[in-house]
């Protein structure tokens, strides 16, 4: 039964990941991924990874795509401008994603006997819940949890620099005009 | 199991930086648009942080569950960035008075870039590494974007950011899959495997490298990863473009170095050859390239990817057990490439008025009669960056290429130097149109400025200097490569 | 018959019961909400329909089946299709992790009021509920209206601004509780004043608001705002698609007065109650009642401000969430730190 649920998620998982690409229309693309992370969180838990598998719902499924959908309603992205039409730049990316998924599927089956053998891979009883996820965010990478934090700063500083319409001038007084008097005016053209 | 979970004194000087970005920007919200002080508390925080790295020289310590390792290594690399960010903060106030203003986050995002960056000079960890990647990267992406309203420049800054965005992408697939095979993101750990199995490499290790390498590829813009360099190197105001060429090249390179230098240096592994092409196509392109340039920042995008190759000429092959020349050389050149590429920018940055419009071969014509001095210094960092003596770059290319040899790649060094005959033309022709040609057009007069002139002579004189005696320098770039393992 | 075909029939029995009693309560809370209405405003409301006008919401479900069933020439038919079903079954899967009342023991069989008890209770509530947000955004993108896009915009950015802050306000009652176990947290709350209201009056307070967020009620129902946007993303909605919106509204209300009722109002216990606790059946039967009426109640509290205050501007909607409730949430969390922590 755990099986066969296996392979119908990953079914599900691999033919919405299709229509994310295929799709024409990308809010139907958007829809898709969301079946995707749907599923992919169905597979967290069978992994039991119980506590991973609801924030994937909750925050990719949940907030990430709703302001994905959110940005494309209102850049109302039209159906042919989203796609390239020349035919040789799909060939080239269809190419390069083929490889890819050779090669993933080449790891998935070379992984053989080895990958069992390694340390580390007992799954303790409470394995994924919220307390060993949380003891391991604060002991053993605590460094990088708590680095996340400068970096989503940074992201912020840098979303709102770049989102801000203008910012104001600088007023130079005469003497400190570079150039001609010409180079001045397009140099206060520019920041508008 | 909480033995050495956290130290204070291990993250001090990143500690310092940081709260410089949180004072800078805190700051800014309260004086008056385009204070100075904002800047110059920048520098002062900045420096106290360079201070307090320079007194912990000597030290060792692995903290956070081991990933976090400060050591002589990262205090090397925490100084180049620290100057590297003093300098383009000099440049940027003195390319402020020209091209106008910078927003006032600008002044934090430097600080903050550089934290990202030392945090890659001393993560020992996979994920540490990338995130401080990552804080660097988003910082760099703003800061390219600045020069706003102009469409070339935004083109530049998204080009940059996509295809920053897909290298992460690399980065972090073949994160996992390293810790696929190995079941640990600690390089102490992935070291210890890799010596342990080098007769049968695991394929998702192999697969986990190479992707790996393609990401740090993108990301100090390797051939065949070049392609956002020249636009986002031209679309950028041009103190961000030099501090994106010296102080992210060299944090990306501190990545290289421990990852491909050293953790998964062995000659079991595909990457070793992949790293050889790499070399290869970067020093040949890059040279080839920057021939054709006429812009001046494009010229120098074309030729930091010829130095990404020369730099991949010291990693291919390099054992650390067998000899510590390759990294010593890498160290020494970033040093060096910072000097010399810092110097030249800072030029463009001064005869850049206006517009962007002063930047091309052509407006150097006649400026050694116009401004000897610039002229001058301009010709120190060309002939150093061409690697002539008695410049610091003569060295620089010369351990990197005697590392070569020393691995047995004498080949590669062979076309080092044929290639970086090909790039004495395009410098010195910099140097020609300066001196031996007249002014074609009536050279706009420029404010002077003392910070920029002051920085100037000092990197000059530092380029000189180091040129001609190299020993010191190299003596802590070995005793950094050193204390890596 | 052995042990697992019995619990298996246990657990079916379970959710056809609870699942049953959901839509009975949803067909009358909407009866309570229009006769509510008409008392507030002093109306009679629907009488006419059974006594007292009881039959009333079986009427409705009837004139909602045998309306005409159309898709309109512009929309996306498969969108326009799913949307309401995609607005309605979230709402449904949230009774699951719901304790209703204590353990009913019949002879040696102990049976929980309680569909299933995972491991992670109350983050299967936040992680569903902010599902049934793309029904109403699938509705106004395949509708292809322009109100209908306006309401579904409306409503994703609503949701953006308002599950963060609800998320936060419970991360204070999950640290307080120590787990995420519905039936622990609902066990904990011994006593009128072991109620996590009292120990967590803050977040109680911007749950509530962000429930009524969450659930699209006045004084947050933008996204169907009738006077300015002509009912949202259902303007091109009718028939049993319509009413499979709104039945997906009532449920999701009734079930988040459930989860606020077992968060913070002690869910099944009462003071007192624990007097039954000799006779199992008597104890559950008790429990289950203490927590219908207090559903009842929030319910109530629900309607009544339907119909008592008016709605948020949009701007003002994004304010409140952004710029006061999500900084309250965090002081929240802080202060229930520093408690704990002493």
Known sequence: METALFFIMAAIAITAGGMVILNKNPVKSAFSLIVVMLALAILYMQLSATFLSMIQIMVYAGAVMVLFLFVLFILNVGVEGAFSSRMYKRAVAGLVGALMGVVLIAAVLMRGSRMQQLPGMDVAGDFGHIKPVGELLFTKYLLPFELLSILLLVAIIGAMLTTRP???????????WPGTADEASTETGEEN | MFEGLYSWSAVAPALVVLATALVVMMTDLFVEPGNRIVPWLTIAGLFAGLVVSISMWGTEEVAFSGAWKIGAFSIY?????????????????????????????????????????MVMASAADLITLIIGLETMSLCAYVMVGLNRGDKRSSEGALKYFLLGAFASAFLLYGTAFIYGSVITTRFAEITVFVSAHSNAIPFNLQVGAILLLVGLGFKVAAVPFHMWAPDAYQAAPTPVTGFMATAIKAAGFAAIVKIFGLMLATSALVLQDLIWWLALLSMIVGNFAAVMQMNLKRMLAYSSIAHVGYLLTAIVGSDPGVSLQGGTGVLFYLVSYALMTLGAFGVLIIIGGGEDRRETLVDMTGLASKSPGLALAMTIFMVSMSGIPPTIGFFGKFYVFGAAVQSGYTGLAVIGILTSVVGVFYYLRVVVNMYMKPAEKSFVPWRRSRISDITLGVLAAAV?????????????????FKSLF | MNQTTLTLLIDAGKIAVILGCTMGAVAYTTFAERRFA?????????????????????????????????????????????????????ALLLVGVLPFGPDLVIGSQVIPLQIADPNFGVLYF?????????????????????????????????????????????????????????????????????????????????????????????????PEAEQELVGGYNTEYGSMQLGLFQMGEYAHLITA?????????????????????????????????????????IIFVFIWVRWTIPRFRYDQLMRLGWKVLLPLALLNILVTALVILI
């Open chain 2, 77 to 117: 690399f925490y100084c180049i960035f620290i100057v590297a960010a003093i300098i383009t903060i000099f440049f940027s106030m003195s390319h402020e008075e020209r091209r106008g203003r910078f927003p006032g986050e600008y002044w934090s995002l430097i600080p903050f870039s550089v934290v990202g960056m």
């Open chain 3, 126 to 222: 936040l992680a569903i509920a902010s599902f049934g947000v793309y029904g109403v955004i699938m509705a106004g993108w395949g509708s292809n209206n322009k109100y209908s896009i306006a309401g579904g915009l409306r409503a994703s950015a609503m949701m953006i601004s308002y599950e963060v802050s609800m998320g936060l306000a419970v991360v204070g009652l999950i640290m307080m509780a120590g787990t995420v176990h519905m039936s622990t947290i609902v066990g904990q709350q011994d006593g009128f004043f072991g109620w996590f209201i009292w120990k967590q009056p803050l977040g109680f307070l911007i749950f509530v608001v962000t429930t009524f967020a969450e659930t699209h009620r006045v004084p947050f129902d933008l």
């Open chain 3, 257 to 297: 007065s459930a989860l606020m009722v077992a968060l913070y109002l002690g869910g099944w216990q009462f003071p007192g109650l624990n007097l039954l606790e000799n006779s199992p059946i008597l104890y559950a039967l008790a429990g289950l009642t203490v927590m219908a009426v207090k559903v009842f109640f």
């Open chain 1, 166 to 176: 203008k910012w104001p001038k600088l007023k130079l007084p005469p003497e400190l």
């Open chain 3, 38 to 90: 008409a008392f507030m405003q002093n109306r009679i409301g629907p009488n006419r329909a059974g006594p007292w006008g009881l039959l009333q919401p079986l009427a409705d479900g009837f004139k909602f089946m045998f309306k005409e069933d159309f898709v309109p020439e512009f929309a996306d038919r498969f969108l326009y299709r799913l949307a309401p079903i995609v607005a309605f079954v979230p």
């Open chain 2, 464 to 480: 000189l200097y180091i040129g001609i005696f190299p020993q010191s320098l190299l003596d802590l770039a070995r005793s950094a």
